[in-house]
């Protein structure tokens, strides 16, 4: 039962909805809880725990459509359990509704513990949604390419994180702050590749980045748009062995939708820098 701390439910999949009640059974969060550094919790307070893991991205948790007056409540914390709880935020009332909303950004590897409670010691039946609002896209999660292989993937970006502002990958210029995409990774190895979208919903483009230390310092390496016809985009490139090379894959201006993505060996020969950029 996540009535308390120690046995909250970690909030998955996203976007997440529960529904349920709180008991007046219920463990009240007693005075050794770390619980009250929220001024909105007193030693009397009784209610449901739920975890989020931090990612970097934000998230919003709200009770709208609970049907008695509830509270919120976030907290962080620097160790692995709940014995330590810091009071990030909190909110009592929406909109000057008896239902509660709260916004807040996580960082990564960091746990947060949502406290939905009663007002006071209120009690009754609740609903509960925890969804992700903004995430700065990142290649550090990109998708392994094999190249001895063919390589094909079908997917949507249709809910993927927008780029950012700041982020490295800004170095391609069809990238925006609001581009929103998936990436791949391709490890070099001295051929030269080709990736292109087909069968797409939308009207996409390519960007390839080249990189020796990571996701934090991309160099704009090649890039290509759809030609106003079709949906289809096309990149070649000539890769250096031991060199990473990041695959976006986005839609024109704030464009979304379903894709197919073919990744596959152009040439492989000794004059792959001079031609390939032109196959």
Do not use: H
């Amino acid at each position: 039962m996540n009535g308390v701390c120690g046995n909250s439910t970690l909030v998955e999949p996203l976007p997440f909805v529960e529904n349920g009640s709180i008991s007046p059974y219920l463990s009240a969060v007693g005075d050794e809880s770390s619980a009250t550094d929220c001024s909105l919790i007193s030693v009397n307070t009784r209610g449901l725990w739920y975890r989020v893991q931090g990612d970097g991205c934000s998230y919003t948790a709200s009770t709208q459509g609970s049907a008695f007056d509830t509270v919120l409540a976030v907290y962080f914390t620097l160790s692995d359990g709940c014995e330590q709880l810091y009071c990030l935020a909190e909110n009592d009332d929406t909109n000057l509704e008896t239902s509660s909303e709260i916004s807040w950004s996580t960082t990564a590897d960091l746990s947060y513990y949502i406290l939905m409670a009663g007002f006071r010691k209120e009690t009754g039946d609740f609903m509960l949604n925890v969804m992700r609002t903004t995430c700065p896209m990142s290649c550090s999660f990109a998708g392994l390419i094999n190249g001895s292989k063919p390589f094909v993937d079908e997917g949507s970006t249709s809910q993927a994180p927008q780029i950012g502002p700041g982020s490295p990958a800004a170095s391609c210029s069809l990238i925006s702050p609001s581009t929103r995409g998936k990436w791949y990774l391709l490890q070099g190895d001295g051929r030269c590749y080709r990736a292109l979208t087909q069968e797409s919903t939308f009207s996409t483009f390519l960007a390839v980045y080249n990189s020796t230390v990571g996701c934090d310092a991309l160099s704009c390496w090649a890039e290509s748009g759809s030609n106003g016809v079709v949906s289809t985009s096309r990149v070649s490139w000539a890769t250096t062995s031991g060199v990473a090379y990041y695959i976006l894959l986005a839609g024109t201006g704030e464009e979304t939708g379903d894709y197919s993505l073919v990744v596959l060996v152009s040439l492989d020969n000794a004059f792959v820098s001079l031609v390939c950029a032109i196959t």
